[in-house]
């Protein structure tokens, strides 16, 4: 096709990782650092507002229909303010985003112990999601910045600290759930979130000069002689100079590239919502697993996410993204076609681990790659139309199982990651770096 050959000479920030020299130096690393900060709070906060679910329930007295309603508004909220966020982060720069988003979402978990209907639980939740999408769509757009300055793929690594957030905020909430009321809990988060926002967002805002001075300019590869000489001044270049922002004469080919990214990322979404809200289920349902077995199913997944994500840079430095996106859909189809039709809860424990090593670099890499071909724009359209597939894979599971029976609509997890599989290795000329 036209526009891969077009986004296949065009070189992106994080193709240039693959050669010339690698900056390094404290500034990075304490930068790098402050963003892991924010990706581990974003999981350790939405974690702990996901275990009090039941009791905020019990206290607003609403149904399982209302229930699920207001639960829609952090769909909402966030999918309404993914690309909004993209259009902030070009004007005002990324970091400062991350952190005013980091302190909004610390603060908006506050608001749901206080609701006392459904109605006023689904408008708390339509704040809370909002920041929430806010800072996902920031932080990835600071995380594409400092690819382009270290030259490495560290987006996975980002996601692992976001996976370790999530369940350390789902175990310390397990242990408080019967000691502390949702107000009390909800309002400890607050303060820790607001005192990572503003420890590494003071860090972030400081440090952000050095992904600036240290990537390449955006028209010119690391090898090639530069034109001019870089800024001597103090003052850094504007957000909307710096290495997160589209690149012109990206056009077509590059608004293409970052949905085919954003279709990828919505096929493996589709599999972590779907196994979140149904995995447990197919054990115990149709495999008579115990209860423990069947929580355990969802938490090997979780886990072998998590180490896939914690070995993701080096996998990607190895293979590169385009084959690592293809091995990883192809390996998260295998898997699930075992977890949902092995014939004992073991065999599909163990496919769901499997399934979750071939997810766990996917959705990172592609909003890597979006960013490298859209900027911070092309984050937000990726998030969005990735997010899409996390909203999407529970319900349509639930009218699949309907229709046939669950071990069949779980197969539809393993169709969409070969899916996946398919439209990296067809898009590997657009992928290379």
């Known amino acids: 096709m036209a526009w891969i050959a077009r986004a296949r000479g065009q070189r992106g920030t994080a193709d240039r990782f693959a050669t010339g020299p690698r900056p390094g130096g404290p500034r990075l690393l304490r930068h790098r650092a402050a963003i892991t900060a924010f990706f581990a709070m974003d999981g350790f906060l939405f974690a702990g507002w996901v275990v009090r679910i039941p009791a905020i329930k019990a206290q607003t007295g609403a149904g399982p229909g209302a229930l699920g309603l207001a639960l829609l508004g952090v769909s909402v909220g966030a999918v309404a303010f993914m690309t909004v966020t993209g259009r902030l982060c070009r004007r005002y720069g990324s970091q400062a985003v991350t952190v005013v988003s980091g302190a909004v979402l610390a603060l908006s978990i506050l608001l749901p112990p206080f609701a006392r209907s459904a109605t006023a639980l689904g408008l708390a939740l339509l704040v809370f999601g909002a920041a929430y999408g806010s800072l996902n769509v920031a932080m990835n757009s600071a995380a594409v910045e400092l690819i382009a300055a270290l030259r ?25 759930a019967g000691r502390l009321s949702p107000a009390a809990h909800l309002a400890a988060l607050a303060v820790c979130g607001l ?45 909307s100079r710096g290495p997160g922002r589209a690149r012109p004469g990206g056009g077509g080919a590059a608004r293409r590239l970052v949905a085919v990214f954003g279709v990828i990322a919505l096929c493996t979404a589709y599999g972590e919502g779907a196994l979140a809200d149904w995995g447990a289920l197919h054990l115990s349902q149709d495999l008579a697993a115990s209860p423990g077995l069947a929580a355990a199913g969802y938490a090997v997944f979780a886990l072998a996410m998590t180490a896939g994500r914690l070995s993701g840079t080096a996998v990607v430095e190895r293979f590169g993204p385009a084959r690592t996106l293809a091995a990883g859909g192809a390996t998260a189809a295998a898997g699930m076609l075992l977890g949902a039709l092995a014939p004992t809860a073991w065999a599909a424990c163990a496919g769901f681990a499997v399934a ?32 899409g597939g996390m909203l999407l894979g529970p319900p349509a599971i639930g009218f699949l199982t309907e229709a046939w029976s669950l071990p069949v609509a779980l197969t539809t997890i393993a169709l969409l990651a070969a899916v996946a599989a398919v439209i990296a290795y067809a898009t590997r000329g657009a992928n290379r770096g």
């Open 152 to 176: 490495r793929p560290v987006m996975p690594g980002f996601h692992a600290a976001f996976s370790l957030g999530g369940m350390l905020g789902a175990g310390l909430g397990g242990l408080v």
């Open 356 to 387: 979750g090593l071939g997810l766990a670099n996917i959705f990172p890499v592609a909003i890597a790659r979006a960013g490298a071909a859209g900027g911070s724009d092309g984050v937000a359209v990726a998030s969005t139309i990735g997010y």
């Open 195 to 239: 005192a990572t926002a503003a420890v590494a967002g003071r860090a972030l805002l400081r440090t952000r000069k050095a992904t600036a001075h240290a990537a390449p300019p955006p028209d010119r590869h690391p090898s090639e002689p530069s034109s001019s000489a870089a800024p001597s001044g103090p003052s850094s270049p504007s957000p």
